[in-house]
């Protein structure tokens, strides 16, 4: 049991445990959706037998875990984030995280729906996604080799190589370099991914 020493532990009071669980469960359910890990561990903290301020003192917990899962860019799988009620594609997911400050998950969403489209257009423009190694394996390109091929016939010589530097940002963030672009720049890669997707639809 705790008892109001416990407080000064980082326990939550009692008369703050209904408003804390409120908002946790609704932020919860609007970031992640009804499908998630953390919404399912939030759903058993608050089915279990606890008192009220330590079953906020939990879901606080997996909101603090959430929080740093969206710092780092790992929330979900992208089929997971498509999936989500609250955004409709991860351009929109991105858009929202950007704005809420998390600027290195939204360069890699964005990146990811960038890296997603080319595919989508090197089916449209019959270019292979394959390639075969030495060794005989069958192996993924690159995105950025695959805007060199698709950059012979489905856009333009600009626009190839502005998917070029959004690789590079992309592949920045992905990779933890997190101090080489800034919100605007993340700004601008979202932006920009949105209208080209619509100028060049797969």
Same mark, same amino acid.
């Given at each position: 049991?705790?008892?109001?020493?416990?407080?000064?532990?980082?326990?939550?009071?009692?008369?703050?445990?209904?408003?804390?669980?409120?908002?946790?469960?609704?932020?919860?359910?609007?970031?992640?959706?009804?499908?998630?890990?953390?919404?399912?561990?939030?759903?058993?903290?608050?089915?279990?037998?606890?008192?009220?301020?330590?079953?906020?003192? #939990?879901?606080?917990?997996?909101?603090?875990?959430?929080?740093?899962?969206?710092?780092?860019?790992?929330?979900?799988?992208?089929?997971?984030?498509?999936?989500?009620?609250?955004?409709?594609?991860?351009?929109?997911?991105?858009?929202?995280?950007?704005?809420?400050?998390?600027?290195?998950?939204?360069?890699?969403?964005?990146?990811?729906?960038?890296?997603?489209?080319?595919?989508? #257009?090197?089916?449209?423009?019959?270019?292979?996604?394959?390639?075969?190694?030495?060794?005989?394996?069958?192996?993924?390109?690159?995105?950025?080799?695959?805007?060199?091929?698709?950059?012979?016939?489905?856009?333009?010589?600009?626009?190839?190589?502005?998917?070029?530097?959004?690789?590079?940002?992309?592949?920045?963030?992905?990779?933890?370099?997190?101090?080489?672009?800034?919100?605007?720049?993340?700004?601008? #890669?979202?932006?920009?991914?949105?209208?080209?997707?619509?100028?060049?639809?797969?």
């Amino acid at each position: 049991m705790y008892d109001d020493a416990e407080t000064d532990k980082g326990i939550i009071t009692d008369s703050d445990a209904q408003g804390v669980l409120a908002r946790a469960e609704a932020a919860i359910n609007k970031i992640c959706g009804t499908d998630s890990a953390y919404t399912s561990r939030m759903r058993a903290i608050l089915d279990g037998a606890y008192i009220e301020r330590y079953r906020a003192d #939990l879901v606080v917990g997996v909101v603090r875990a959430l929080k740093g899962d969206l710092e780092d860019g790992y929330l979900y799988t992208f089929s997971e984030l498509v999936r989500g009620e609250l955004f409709e594609n991860l351009i929109e997911m991105a858009k929202h995280l950007v704005e809420e400050g998390y600027k290195d998950a939204a360069a890699v969403i964005a990146g990811a729906s960038l890296e997603s489209h080319l595919r989508e #257009l090197s089916k449209k423009y019959v270019v292979a996604v394959d390639y075969t190694a030495k060794n005989g394996s069958i192996k993924k390109k690159t995105a950025e080799r695959l805007n060199q091929e698709l950059g012979k016939s489905a856009y333009s010589l600009f626009d190839q190589k502005q998917i070029t530097a959004w690789l590079d940002l992309r592949n920045n963030a992905a990779h933890g370099n997190y101090a080489e672009y800034d919100e605007v720049q993340v700004a601008k #890669l979202i932006e920009w991914v949105g209208d080209f997707i619509s100028r060049n639809p797969a």
